[in-house]
């Protein structure tokens, strides 16, 4: 019996059992705590909860949070007390936080919820037993994130859409006394409301609504001091996820000070005006501010009231010139507006000084706008970032003189660097430096303090002399520096007259040049030869005082109207000018220049030639040679047989002292294409005294073409032998080696106590007498020092073909070489060298060019190899591609190396560009290397090194560019630092190099 009650409860505990799991299966797995943003997933219920889904229920869930398409879950969460109406709707539920949660809807917000209960209610909004941490975008002073904590959350919307709205959010943190920090503006308030909606595709949008607080701001783009100076509270403040600020107008509350850093000096004192801001830009209207300007802006009270509303300025200091600021009380009158910077408009007239300028001002800007050209800004603002006082019109007195007269001005600028603007006037009639100016018309052009000059025309009066049409240009100082156009003066007492005058007024006097001409009347009344009538004096240095005293010039010129002719013999001598020096009215020198021709046959050949002489000088001034001679040229045909020219000249050379030096050189046309050609160099330099005199002469000769062959059955054309050349000097060297033939003495040797004696040939190419290549090749003997030089000057596809030239008419050919070796037995040592410098096609339109220098030298104490090292004093080895498409292609680049075995160091650069710019594409790259060799061959040997890598391409649409810089060591170890940054579009990165090789052992 009584097992058959057992049996009989087992089975009715398992139908109960049963049908408690089937009732649970009737509630959803799924409960909407708010459709489409709140939900409990994968619902596990506690076991004994009702089927009826009006009885509270309990369990563990998924908490989903959904914002559009971003899905934030925590497992496991437990829930209890969940109640739902007959039909389904939620009445309300509790869910347990073991540990806090973390989400991020989006737009720079976090949101962590804290551990503990949280109470969803029917009216979509959550309690929290906890405060949740509210992570907003914006940052704090140090950089951290500010904070705030709230306890409630209301949700709207619907599956497609919705919002989360925060209520009673506080600030937590050092936010309370730095607000929220904007451009321009900072906020200050205790609480806030937070906003977060989205829709399908996420999060997309975020506002931060502040009830109330105090807002401050900047002056829009420009340093003040405070950062804030302007105060306003406010009511329904926000700022959304753009940090774009908006608020209604309020008004300004604070009375703050403002200095301006951009314009030291400059303060204004706000006095009251209304605020709003509208997407983060502040209008500031009907404000009023007491003003100072800056200090280098004094007042002026000789020509206005200095305040504008007073009617009693105050008085001058009794001590001379006013040293008050100008300053200028908030008034009705006074407009102030804010519009990319601050401007202030004065309408009443100002007088006030910058230095000794003097200006008054109806009207008066202080500008501190960020934009190119800020509001009201005048044209003249050329540069960004334009800050001052501006003046758009008014007048201004000049320190220029005695009775300067006012001109009127337009746009002047008054900033840290000084007054910047143009004034003019016309038909003026004032005394500048002692002189008189009439009819002047002048436009006067001031930058940062410094006077120039736009137009200065007037006519000014030279007493005794009569009236010259001039014009004024100024200096860096402020002096005007008077030119005059084409006039002439009298000299009425002498019968002269001075035609294409030019003169500068300098220190209180006229300084006057021209062509003075003695009149025909003035030459007869003083018995003079006629020849002289019309003969012009080139005069220099004339000064003429304001009070009309005369001071003749200390030197001049004298050009013959016709030049005197006398017949010498053969030739006739021209004498064309002379010049002169004075002192104290005495002349002290004069020196002749002139002509002469051949005029009769030379040994029976008729012959015309002509003697040019420069620099003859008669002087009795002490220390000078009674006569002196400058350089004389000589050029003269012979007909049927050829030309001969020479030159002479005489100087001093830093080597040699007073030094005369020479070439001459015939040609022999009437060969024809056997025509020769013969020159000559030389050099004498006397010396005196305990010195040796030096000389040098030197020869070269053109001959037909000789050839060279090797032999052999045909022989084989090796090269042709074009001249020779040959010279001997005494106690004259080289100036250094590889100088090859002497062409130019005086540049190309030194004095020295010894000899030289020089030969060597003229060479070509077999095949066309030197179009393809010519050397001018030279063996040079020296003692003291005892050196062998073997020079040769190479020229390349030259059309003009082999000739004995001078070293500059070589050096400006299109492709030249030079190549020597040197034997020093003084020291002793061997050098190697030469450099080229190569231009295809030509120098003067080059596609590629290439150039470079090198050395070897082995001697006793120094032995080095230089390839283009400029510590070595090397040309770089340089190298340029399209250089004649500069804008379009340019590669060029630059090596050089220097090895000093001597010292067991050296080094290496390379430096490269390359720049490409066709149909609106740009390619530019450079590379910059260097390396370093310190005890090679020792046991502490090293190389260091850096590196240098930047390429950009613009494609008009999309630019991208790479740069590099890394240093390198070598010695067990290489190792590699730097760092190495790109672009490429919107997108950036960089990163950091520190790579190490440890040496193979």
Request: charged share 20%; net charge neutral; proline share 7%.
């Amino acid at each position: 019996m009584k097992r058959v009650r057992l049996i009989r409860t087992g089975l009715l505990l398992g139908i109960l059992s049963l049908a408690s799991a089937v009732l649970q299966a009737q509630r959803p797995s799924t409960i909407q705590l708010v459709p489409g943003s709140v939900e409990l997933r994968n619902v596990v219920y506690t076991p004994g909860t009702p089927a009826d889904i009006s009885k509270p229920a309990a369990g563990t869930a998924d908490l989903a949070l959904i914002f559009g398409s971003a899905t934030f879950t925590k497992p496991g969460v437990t829930f209890t007390n969940l109640i739902t109406s007959n039909n389904g709707a939620l009445s309300g539920v509790r869910f347990t936080l073991d540990r806090p949660f973390e989400f991020t809807p989006g737009l720079g917000v976090k949101i962590t919820l804290p551990t503990g209960d949280a109470d969803v209610f029917a009216d979509k909004s959550i309690s929290l037993v906890g405060k949740a941490i509210i992570t907003t975008p914006f940052r704090l002073t140090n950089g951290d994130p500010i904070e705030a904590e709230v306890s409630k959350f209301t949700y709207s919307g619907n599956q497609q859409s919705g919002s989360l709205k925060l209520n009673g959010v506080g600030f937590k943190g050092p936010v309370a006394g730095e607000g929220i920090q904007l451009p321009s503006l900072r906020v200050l308030a205790p609480k806030a409301d937070i906003e977060v909606s989205w829709a399908a595709q996420g999060v997309n949008a975020w506002k931060l609504l502040l009830p109330t607080g105090t807002l401050e701001a900047g002056i829009p783009g420009v340093a003040t001091v405070p950062k804030y100076p302007l105060a306003a509270a406010f009511t329904e403040l926000s700022i959304d996820q753009d940090g774009k600020v908006n608020c209604p107008e309020f008004s300004i509350s604070n009375r703050s000070t403002i200095d301006f850093p951009d314009i030291a000096g400059f303060k204004a004192t706000v006095a009251g005006g209304t605020l709003t801001v509208k997407d983060s830009k502040p209008k500031i209207t009907n404000l009023r501010v007491d003003v100072t300007l800056p200090p280098a802006i004094q007042a002026d009270d000789t020509d206005s009231n200095p305040n504008p509303g007073s009617n009693n300025p105050p008085a001058q200091p009794p001590n001379g010139e006013p040293r008050r600021p100008v300053r200028i009380p908030s008034s009705p009158r006074v407009i102030v507006k804010v519009e990319n910077g601050l401007t202030i408009e004065f309408p009443d007239p100002i007088a006030f000084k910058v230095g000794k300028t003097k200006l008054t001002a109806s009207r008066l800007f202080i500008d501190l706008s960020t934009s190119l050209f800020g509001a009201g800004a005048p044209v003249i603002a050329a540069e960004p970032k334009w800050k001052g006082v501006w003046l758009p019109s008014g007048t201004v007195t000049p320190a220029l003189g005695t009775a300067t007269p006012k001109l009127a001005y337009t746009n002047f600028l008054i900033e840290p660097n000084g007054l910047s603007g143009t004034a003019s006037a016309s038909n003026l009639s004032f005394k500048f430096e002692g002189f008189d100016l009439n009819k002047a018309s002048v436009c006067l052009t001031f930058a940062q303090n410094q006077l120039t000059a736009g137009q200065f025309g007037a006519d000014i009066t030279v007493p005794r002399l009569g009236v010259l049409p001039c014009n004024a240009e100024f200096n860096e100082d402020g002096e005007a520096r008077v030119a005059i156009r084409d006039g002439q003066l009298e000299f009425q007492d002498l019968g002269l007259k001075l035609e294409r005058v030019n003169a500068q007024l300098d220190q209180k006097s006229l300084q006057i040049g021209g062509d003075l001409t003695f009149k025909q009347e003035f030459v007869t009344r003083n018995q003079m030869p006629q020849e002289l009538a019309g003969t012009k004096l080139s005069i220099q240095g004339l000064k003429v005082a304001g009070d009309g005293s005369i001071t003749l010039p200390s030197e001049g010129g004298i050009t013959l109207g016709t030049p005197a002719r006398v017949n010498v013999g053969p030739c006739i001598v021209e004498l064309r000018g002379l010049s002169f020096t004075a002192q104290n009215n005495e002349i002290e020198s004069v020196t002749f220049s002139g002509s002469a021709f051949l005029t009769k046959a030379l040994e029976g050949l008729p012959a015309a030639g002509e003697l040019d002489f420069e620099g003859m000088r008669v002087s009795k001034r002490r220390g000078d040679p009674p006569f002196s001679m400058g350089g004389f040229g000589f050029k003269a045909e012979i007909p049927e047989l050829g030309t001969i020219s020479a030159s002479l000249f005489r100087t001093e050379i830093e080597s040699f002292g007073d030094t005369l030096y020479g070439d001459a050189e015939l040609k022999l046309t009437c060969l024809g294409s056997m025509g020769s050609g013969i020159g000559l160099e030389f050099l004498l330099a006397p010396k005196g005294g305990n010195e040796p005199a030096a000389w040098f002469i030197g020869g070269n000769v053109l001959v037909p073409p000789i050839s060279v062959q090797a032999p052999g059955t045909p022989p084989v054309p090796l090269f042709n032998i074009n001249g020779f050349s040959g010279g001997f000097g005494l106690n004259v060297a080289l100036v250094k080696p590889g100088t090859g033939r002497i062409s130019e003495p005086n540049k190309e040797l030194k004095y020295s106590k010894g000899a030289l004696v020089q030969i060597g040939l003229l060479l070509s190419d077999p095949a066309s007498s030197g179009r393809v290549w010519w050397a001018d090749t030279a063996l040079t003997f020296t003692l003291n020092p005892v050196l062998i030089d073997l020079t040769a000057r190479m020229t390349f596809l030259d059309l003009a073909g082999a000739d004995f030239i001078d070293r500059d008419e070589w050096l400006r050919k299109d492709r030249i070489a030079t190549v020597f070796m040197a034997l020093n037995l003084s020291k002793p040592e061997f050098i190697v060298g030469g450099d080229a410098d190569l231009n295809f096609p030509t120098r003067a339109a080059s596609l590629i060019s290439m150039s470079g220098s090198a050395e070897l030298l082995i001697g006793k104490t120094d032995k080095h190899l230089y390839i283009g090292w400029p510590e070595g004093g090397q040309k770089p080895v340089n190298v340029r591609f399209a250089e004649a498409f500069k804008g379009v292609i340019e590669l060029k680049g630059s090596f050089g190396m220097g090895l000093d075995f001597a010292n067991k160091s050296g080094g290496v650069f390379l430096d490269a560009d390359a720049r490409f710019a066709v149909a609106g594409v740009g390619v530019t790259g450079g590379l910059l290397a260097t390396l370093d060799f310190k005890n090679f061959g020792e046991e502490n040997w090293s190389i260091s090194g850096q590196t240098a890598l930047s390429a950009q391409a613009d494609f008009g649409f999309f630019t991208a560019q790479v740069d590099a810089s890394l240093l390198m060591q070598i010695n067990k170890d290489i190792r590699i630092t730097g760092e190495v940054s790109g672009r490429a579009g919107p997108f950036e990165g960089s990163f950091e190099v520190d790579l190490v090789v440890p040496a193979k052992k």
